[in-house]
């Protein structure tokens, strides 16, 4: 397919600085940046979303499950489905400006763009805010995407209890967000979101654009070892059934064999504890998670089985016994080789060079490519770092990003 | 030398019901057994104490850091040095009952079986308590018998703020048991305590009596890895300087090396904290806590070494930070050969085997062998468990020891 440019691009002052200002709303005495989903920052930071979609020419529509959805439907184009872009404008605590921020506001830009150019779609053109991807105040994360999606029905959704008390269906009201759409009220032709990459590897590798082509499968589990607890003095070495030892062996196989492999598993170790947990005494438990993602189905199992086997074997050497709970599990998603095509296509023709790549995080995009094809641009993030008050994105780089997602959404809404 | 025995035995109902009636001192309404130092429980079983030395005919004399004395002279051996026995009756936090009361009892049964049967010692003989040797809620521990020995100042020592925000010094005042006796007032010719094994050896081996000829030296370090926090499924593996994973390095490290050497070394990791502790982060920081103990000190210097020598390979190899605190540092004590000796003679002469062998705890004795020749002898304790409340050791084997305890003293304090 070759790729037609549209000549156009996108206001860099006008997206950058939207950007800038939904980065202070929610900010704590401290300046730290805190939007959990339908908080007061939450309907603060929608409110000032809303308006921009509005001075976009946008008709707003909220769902049931508070996805907030900006609509461009053409005179003649209203019986097609329409492109979808987006993403979430959520936080963590203490979060960067970006995440999830940019692919809404790029979403508003890109479509701007279009329309005050003259562009005809062929199709409605929406951008789509979905509630709750963080998880941090309701789980599961990537809420409002998932029960749009029809993963999880909106009436379980709203009955969530957060980590405060609060029910996330009687926050919606109170903030002014619990729509009367129903979710999946519109069905997309495509979804693109364009997204912060929160990873290294295109930092490390000099190169602007991030083709997405597939996201990896995450499984979550929960390890606790029971082992003895006795005396740090008293106990000979070969008489303990040492709980934290046990633990440390399963994070050393983990690293030496996910690391000894070419595969892109990785595995991450990122919660532990020990009881009793006092320096003379020998831990008689350990409790601690493990992260391991893979894009491929097949090597992840791979993956969870080994380190089944590895417990069961160590479990017998070590005279402790182990349990496991899967805390959460997602298949890889593939997303559509067109789109992803069109990404490659739309940074070439720019001069920009691009790289095929998986994603590491979970983005709204793997619940939306169940229901039409999907694909995500990434752009680089400085150190890798996100989640954090120092994730950074560049002006420069950030209008790439935006550039290449009105092209492709351009392409995708074309007449040709 | 050859041992003569005294052909005496102690009241093996008295001493068992003193030791049952001690351990319902303490007990809140879990009925777990908690005397802290110098606390109101701690009063209460001081009390008793005190009550049972009276009984007994001995003269209580109370020093400034609270321990407590009951001192048996007879009419013609007040100029010589005497003899001490004792330990403690401060507990952890829902302990057993027999961990120091055991051999604080047993010196009082020991004194009161000479004293009836009109044995006439050539020195006098003490037994004590000492305050606080566990630690819990002053530290550092074995607090009382280190003032005693001189190696800290009774000033010092009741400055001590506690767990609870109390002063050692005002606690004893209000308890009663700041006495007015300078630590050191009593000068001993010998010291013998008594003690549960606390570990698994004796009770493993069957054998009754342990003849401790000397205690393990002890380091205590608190290691802090310092990495980067980065998002678990977009940071390739080889990218990382994950804390946690370098913490699990150096755990394996540990035990590798001393499960892999013929040295009697225990090394234990019983503390451990990650930062952020999420799921699905790259820990940042990884703090743990290494006990290193070893009856030699050229060896334990060695282990220290070789632990301080990996951590800065693995920081360099693995892109982190590392620093470490020595929060204490004990070198190992060597116990008087005699006295063990005679504890050897003793079980011998009674039928009963005995080991030699090493204490893996530390206790008072090791601040007393400062000031006069001491020894300790150990009685098995089921599983090796204790500062539990399943700490036990048979009234047989609580009789025996304490009749060893008898003959060594009897002997010591024989006019021969």
Redesign the interface.
């Known amino acids: 397919m070759l790729f037609k440019s549209l000549n156009l691009s996108i206001d860099a002052d006008r997206l950058l600085g939207r950007i800038r200002e939904l980065g202070q709303i929610g900010r704590d005495d401290d300046s730290a940046l805190t939007r959990l989903a339908a908080s007061e920052a939450d309907k603060a930071g929608r409110n000032a979303l809303v308006d921009w979609m509005k001075d976009a020419g946008l008709e707003i529509a909220v769902d049931r499950i508070g996805n907030v959805f900006g609509i461009w439907r053409g005179s003649d184009n209203g019986d097609h489905a329409p492109i979808l872009v987006g993403s979430h404008i959520d936080t963590v605590i203490n979060a960067g400006i970006y995440d999830g921020c940019y692919g809404v506001l790029a979403g508003v830009e890109v479509i701007e763009t279009l329309r005050s150019a003259g562009f005809v779609p062929s199709r409605p053109i929406a951008v789509a805010a979905f509630t709750n991807e963080e998880g941090v105040r309701y789980a599961p994360d990537m809420m409002g995407s998932l029960v749009f999606a029809g993963g999880l029905s909106v009436e379980e959704a709203l009955a969530t209890v957060g980590t405060d008390g609060t029910l996330l269906g009687a926050e919606l009201e109170r903030i002014g967000y619990a729509g009367a759409e129903e979710p999946g009220f519109l069905q997309p032709h495509a979804y693109v979101e364009l997204h912060i990459?929160?990873?290294?590897?295109l930092e490390?590798e000099g190169i602007p654009i991030g083709a997405v082509e597939n996201l990896?499968g995450?499984s979550?589990q929960r390890v606790t070892i029971e082992g003895v607890?006795?005396?740090?003095?008293?106990?000979?070495?070969?008489?303990r059934h040492?709980a934290?030892?046990a633990?440390?062996?399963v994070?050393?196989f983990l690293?030496d064999r996910?690391?000894g492999s070419n595969a892109?598993t990785?595995?991450?170790?990122?919660?532990?504890?020990?009881e009793p947990?006092?320096?003379?005494?020998?831990?008689s438990r350990a409790t601690f998670?493990v992260?391991l993602?893979d894009p491929d189905e097949m090597r992840l199992k791979n993956e969870e089985t080994a380190l089944a086997d590895y417990l069961i074997e160590l479990a017998s050497a070590e005279g402790v016994s182990i349990s496991v709970e899967q805390?959460a599990r997602f298949e890889p998603v593939i997303f559509d080789n067109t789109i992803v095509e069109l990404v490659e296509q739309a940074a070439k023709q720019r001069g920009l060079s691009s790289k095929r790549m998986t994603?590491?995080?979970?983005h709204d995009a793997q619940m939306i490519a169940r229901i039409c094809p999907a694909a995500m641009i990434f752009v680089p993030s400085a150190h890798?770092?996100?989640?954090?008050p120092r994730e950074y994105t560049s002006g420069p780089e950030l209008v790439n990003g935006a550039n290449i997602l009105l092209d492709v959404v351009g392409k995708l809404a074309g007449l040709d």
Chains 1, 2 share one sequence.
């Open positions: 990459e929160q990873g290294p590897v490390r990896q995450i979550w607890a006795n005396h740090a003095g008293t106990t000979p070495m070969a008489m040492d934290g030892h633990a440390a062996r994070m050393t690293r996910v690391s892109p990785v595995a991450t170790v990122g919660c532990i504890n020990f947990n006092a320096i003379n005494v020998i831990p998670t992260d993602r805390l994603s590491g995080a979970g890798g770092i996100s989640h954090n």
